[in-house]
C-alpha cells in the first residue's frame, strides 16, 4: 500500500492533467472553437479571435467566462461572436467590473445591481457616458502618478469601454440589421453609386438616394476604420507586403475606388447573419470555405493560431497552480503521519506540475519566437519553474518534504502573481525597441529571474524553519541541520545567480547606452539583491550569525527581492519602468509586512521555541540545536 | 605591531566591517533609488554616490545636514578592507582561488566605477538629414561661447564654462578685448515675449533680449528636460560699454521658434563676434553628416521596433571616408568615443546620438570575467563537495 498509494496518486493527477489537454469541443451546433482560430493583427502580433476574447475579458471583469442573466455561461469567442455581431446582446452581458464605490455611485448604481456585487452591462452604464467622458477628461489631466483612485478607476473604466467599443466595430458596423445585405447591394451598384456620390459632391444633377445610400454606408465604414483602427483583419493581396493587413473598415473603404467589396469584410458579414440567424450549418460551412482560403496563403500563421487555442484552452498554468496547491498541502501533511508515502507523492505531483509548467513556457516561447521572460507577467512564470526546480533537486537529494512545501507554496504564488499581471491583456506583448534583442533577453534576464527565484526560495525555507521550530516540535537536529544546508546551499545559488545576471545587465547597458551602471532604478534593485546575499555569507562566514540568524537574514531578502522585482517599477522613474498596476502596491506593502512580522517572530529567544525547548531540556550537556543557533 | 596599529589592522582586514559596509550600501543604494523621484538619475549620483558625506537640506531655511556617509566614503572602505584582508590573508590555495579571484575583480569594479565618475564624459550629438557637424554637446553643461567670425577660414572660440558665468563675477579672458559683466543669471529659465508696456527695464540693449524676457524657473531633474540657464551679459571695452546681451540656451538652431534660431552678432573695433550661451560643445577630430534615419514600429501599432541612423563618417586627412550605420544596442565605438542612436525624431529627420568617452569601459568587463570565473569555481568546488559527501553518507548507511 505504501509503495502504490504515491503511484495512485500520481495517476489520478495525471489522468486530470489528460483530460485538461484534450482538444476543445464546441458547446452547440456553431463551430465556434473554429471561428476562435481565424488570425488577427493586434498590436503588432498575430493571434487567434480567441486570444482576443480572453485577454478582453480578463482586461473589462478579471474572468474569462460570462454568465448570462438566466445563469447559462458563455465561451470567451461566443461572448466575441456576440459583441461583433449581436450587440444588442452583448450589450446586456454583465462585463464590466467597477468596485469603485465613488465610481458606483457617479452611475447611479448600487453593488447589488451587478453580477457578483461587481460586474455591470454596458447597458447600465450607457445612460451616464457623458459624465463618464467629463470625469475621464478631469482625471486623465492628471499625471497617472498622482491619481487618485476614483480618478485611476475612471480612467481604467473609460478604457474598458473604449476597448469594448473597438470590438464591436472590427468586424461589422454595429446597429445595422442586415450587413450582409448592406455589402451585397453596394457590390452590386457600387459603380452607380460612386457615380451619384461624385456628382452630388460637385453639385451636379444625380440620383440622391443612390447617393444617399452611399454615404450612409460610407460614414458606418469610416466609423468602424476610426474606431477599431487597431484590428487588423483583413490580409493583403497577394503578392502585397504579407504584414500589411488592414481593419476590415478601411478595406470597405476601398470599395468605392475600387469598385470591388473585399472578401474578408463579406466573410464577416456573413458569419455576422448566420450568427444572428441562427443558422449552424450555413456559419460552419462559411467558416469552412473562408478558412480553406486563409490555409492556402498563410499555412504558418493558421498553425500558430491553432496551436495557441489550444494552448488557450488547456490553461497549462491554472492546472499547474491546482497541483502546486495540492502538493503543498501533501507534503505538510506528510510532517504530520504518513511521512514517506505523502512525501513520495508530493514529490511526484510537484514533478509532474513542473513538467507541465515546462510545457506552457516552451509554447510561449514558440509562439513569441523570444527566450522565456519578456515581461512582467512571464518574469512571474519564470521565477516559480526556476524556484521549483530548485526544489525538486533538493527534495531529490534530503527527502524530507521540505522542498516540496516551498515548490507548492512558491509555485502556487507566483501562478496567482501571473493570473493578476495578466488582467491587463494580451501576454505574449511585443517588445519595446531596446528590448528587441534576444541575446540579451536570453542570458541577463533569464539568470536575473533564475536569481529572484533562489534568493525566494532561500527566504521561503527560512519561513518553513521559524514556523516549524518555533510553532510545532517537529524541527529536530536532523531537520534544522538538513534546513540550514539547504538554504545554504540555494543562498550561494542565489549570489551566483543575480550577479552573473546583474553583471551582464551591466555589459547590455554598456552596449546600447554607453554605460556600465547607471543607477536605474531596476539595476539598483538587482544589486540590492546582491549585496543582501554576499551580507548573508560573509556575516556566516564571519561567524557573526548561525543558522538561526541566516534564516532571519533570509526573510529579509524576501522584502528586497520583491521591492526589486516590483517597487522598482512603481516609482515610474528609469528604463525599466515598465508594467505596472496600482493594485500591486497594496500587495507589495502587505507582502513586506508580512515578512517583517516573521522577522520579529524569528528573533524570539530560541528558549521559547516548541522544537527547541524540548531538545534542549532532556541532553543539557549536549544542547544539540541550540549549538548551531 | 604595537597596540594602535594592530587595532587599526584588526579594524580594517574583519569581516564584521565588509558586512556593516555592505548594510551601509544596502541603504545608500536604497535611499539613492528612492530619491530618484526628486532628483533625477543625474541628480542622485552627485547627491548619493559621488560624494563621501550625503547632505540633505533641510527645512525652509535649506540648512544643509549631513546625513549618510556618500559613495566614497563607503565605498572606499569597502576597497581598503578588500585590499586589506587580501594582503593579510593571502595565501594560494585552490580550494580558495575562487574567492580571491572573484574578490580581486570586486576591487577592479569597484575602482572602474570611480574611475568612470571621474572620467566619463557623457555627449549628445543631434543631427538633422544632411547636416554636418564635427562637435557634441555636453548632455547637462553649458557654456557662454564668444567667437570671433573675422577670419572666414576659421572661427576663434573662447568658451566660459557655466559655473564661472554662475558666480556672476566680471570676466577677463587674455584673447577678448572686453570684460563680460553678469548682470543677471538664472540657472533655469522660461522666455516670453517682453511686454511692450512693462516697467522692468528690458535685459538687453542688444539682439533678441530687448524683444523677449527671460525668467527665472525652479531646476528640473526630470530624465527628459533640460535646464536652460540664460543670462543677461554686459561686454565692457576699453571706451565703456559695449551693449548688454541676453543669452540663453533657449537661443539655438534646435530651438522651435525660428526666431531664436538666429545667431546674436557684432562688431567691435573692426572684428566681428557672435555670443551664446549654448550647450557645452566637443569637437571631434572627425565629422558625421546624417544620411537618413529609419524608424520602424511592428505592424498596425505606433510601438517602435527600431531606430536606425546612417551616417558618413569622415576625418579632414581623408583617411576616413565611409558610411556607418547606429542602431538599437548597436554602437558604433570610434575615436575614443562610443556613439549610441539615442533620440529619433524621423518625422523631422532628426536623431539624437548619445556619444560617451570612457577610458575605462574596459575594466568591468574585465572585472566580471574575473568573478565569474571565480564564482563558477568556488560553485563547482562545493558542488562536487556536497556530492562527494552524500555519496558517502549514502554508503555509510544503505
Known sequence: ?629 | MNGPLRTARDFLVSLKLTVVLLALGLILVFAATLDQVNLGIWGIQEKWFRTFVVVQPMGAGGTSVPIFPGGYAIGGLLLLNLIASHFYRFAFTWRKAGIQFTHLGVILLLIGELLSGLWQEDYRMQLHEGETKNFSEHHLNNELAIIDTTNPAHDEVVAIPEEIIARKEAIQHAKLPFRIVIKEYFPNSDLAMRDAGSTRPPQATMGIGMSVAATSQPLTYKQNERNMPAASVELVGTSGSIGTWLVSTSFSPHSRAPFLQAPQAFTHEGRTYRIALRWTRSYKPFSFQLLKVTHDVYPGTDTPKNFSSRLLLKTPDGREDREVLIYMNNPLRYGGYTFYQHQMDSAQGMTGLQAVKNPSWLLPYVACTMMTFGLLWQFMIHLAGFIERRRAAAAANP
Open chain 1, 1 to 629: 500500500m505504501k509503495k502504490i498509494a504515491p503511484l495512485l496518486a500520481l495517476l489520478l493527477v495525471a489522468l486530470y492533467v489528460g483530460s485538461t489537454l484534450r482538444a476543445p469541443k464546441n458547446s452547440a451546433e456553431f463551430d465556434t472553437v473554429g471561428f476562435g482560430k481565424l488570425p488577427v493583427l493586434l498590436n503588432g502580433r498575430f493571434k487567434p479571435m480567441d486570444t482576443v476574447a480572453r485577454s478582453s475579458l480578463l482586461q473589462l471583469q478579471g474572468r474569462q467566462t460570462v454568465t448570462r442573466a438566466d445563469g447559462t455561461k458563455l465561451q470567451p469567442t461566443e461572448w466575441l461572436l456576440d459583441v461583433s455581431f449581436r450587440s444588442e446582446r452583448a450589450d446586456a452581458y454583465q462585463t464590466f467590473e467597477i468596485t469603485h464605490p465613488e465610481l458606483l455611485a457617479l452611475f447611479d448604481l448600487k453593488i447589488e445591481d451587478g453580477a457578483g456585487k461587481k460586474r455591470f452591462s454596458y447597458n447600465q452604464l450607457s445612460p451616464k457616458f457623458g459624465e463618464l467622458d467629463r470625469q475621464a477628461k478631469l482625471a486623465r489631466a492628471v499625471e497617472s502618478a498622482a491619481r487618485t483612485t476614483f480618478q485611476s478607476a475612471v480612467v481604467q473604466l473609460y478604457g474598458n469601454l473604449i476597448h469594448y467599443q473597438r470590438l464591436r466595430h472590427a468586424l461589422t458596423a454595429p446597429g445595422r440589421a442586415d450587413f450582409l445585405g448592406d455589402l451585397l447591394r453596394l457590390q452590386e451598384n457600387a459603380e452607380k453609386w460612386r457615380i451619384a456620390v461624385k456628382a452630388k459632391l460637385d453639385k451636379q444633377p444625380h440620383d440622391e438616394a443612390a447617393a444617399n445610400a452611399a454615404m450612409e454606408l460610407g460614414e458606418r465604414f469610416a466609423d468602424m476604420a476610426n474606431i477599431s483602427g487597431p484590428y487588423l483583419v483583413v490580409p493583403p493581396a497577394p503578392g502585397a507586403d504579407p504584414t500589411d493587413w488592414k481593419p476590415v473598415g478601411a478595406a470597405l473603404l476601398e470599395t468605392f475606388r475600387s469598385g470591388r467589396v473585399d472578401s474578408t469584410a463579406l466573410a464577416y458579414a456573413g458569419f455576422a447573419r448566420t450568427w444572428r440567424n441562427e443558422e449552424p450549418t450555413r456559419f460552419n460551412e462559411l467558416l469552412r470555405l473562408y478558412r480553406a482560403d486563409l490555409e492556402k496563403r498563410f499555412p504558418d500563421r493558421l498553425g500558430k493560431s491553432d496551436a495557441e487555442t489550444r494552448f488557450n484552452a488547456a490553461q497549462p498554468f491554472y492546472t499547474c497552480s491546482i497541483l502546486y496547491g495540492l502538493a503543498f498541502f501533501l507534503a505538510l501533511a506528510s510532517w504530520l503521519a504518513w511521512p514517506a508515502p505523502l512525501q513520495r507523492a508530493a514529490f511526484w505531483i510537484t514533478g509532474l506540475a513542473w513538467l507541465l509548467a515546462t510545457g506552457g513556457i516552451l509554447t510561449r516561447m514558440w509562439l513569441e519566437g523570444r527566450p522565456p521572460v519578456t515581461n512582467l507577467y512571464s518574469s512571474a512564470l519564470f521565477v516559480g519553474w526556476g524556484a521549483v526546480l530548485l526544489c525538486l533537486i533538493l527534495e531529490k537529494f534530503f527527502r524530507n518534504a521540505i522542498a516540496s512545501v516551498a515548490a507548492g507554496a512558491i509555485g502556487c504564488c507566483t501562478l496567482i502573481i501571473a493570473h493578476h499581471l495578466s488582467l491587463s491583456g494580451d501576454t505574449l506583448e511585443m517588445m519595446q525597441a531596446v528590448l528587441d534583442t534576444n541575446f540579451w533577453l536570453a542570458t541577463h534576464v533569464v539568470i536575473v529571474t533564475a536569481g529572484y527565484s533562489a534568493t525566494f526560495l532561500a527566504g521561503f525555507l527560512a519561513i518553513i524553519y521559524v514556523a516549524r521550530g518555533l510553532l510545532t516540535t517537529s524541527l529536530d537536529k536532523a531537520t534544522a541541520d538538513s534546513l540550514g544546508r539547504m538554504t545554504y546551499g540555494i543562498l550561494c545559488f542565489a549570489t551566483l545567480f543575480s550577479f552573473v545576471g546583474t553583471v551582464l545587465g551591466g555589459i547590455w547597458a554598456d552596449q546600447s547606452w554607453g554605460r556600465f551602471w547607471g543607477w536605474d532604478p531596476k539595476e539598483n534593485g538587482a544589486l540590492m539583491i546582491v549585496i543582501w546575499n554576499a551580507l548573508i555569507l560573509h556575516a556566516r562566514w564571519g561567524g557573526m550569525v548561525k543558522t538561526r540568524g541566516i534564516m532571519v537574514l533570509a526573510i529579509a531578502g524576501n522584502i528586497i527581492t520583491a521591492w526589486s522585482w516590483f517597487g522598482t517599477n512603481m516609482l515610474g522613474v528609469g528604463l525599466h519602468s515598465y508594467g505596472f498596476k496600482d493594485a500591486a502596491a497594496f500587495w507589495l506593502i502587505t507582502f513586506v509586512g508580512s515578512q517583517l512580522l516573521l522577522i520579529l517572530i524569528g528573533l524570539i529567544p530560541l528558549e521559547k521555541w516548541r522544537s527547541f525547548r524540548r531538545s534542549a531540556a532532556p541532553t543539557p550537556a549536549g544542547k544539540p540545536v541550540l549549538a548551531s543557533r
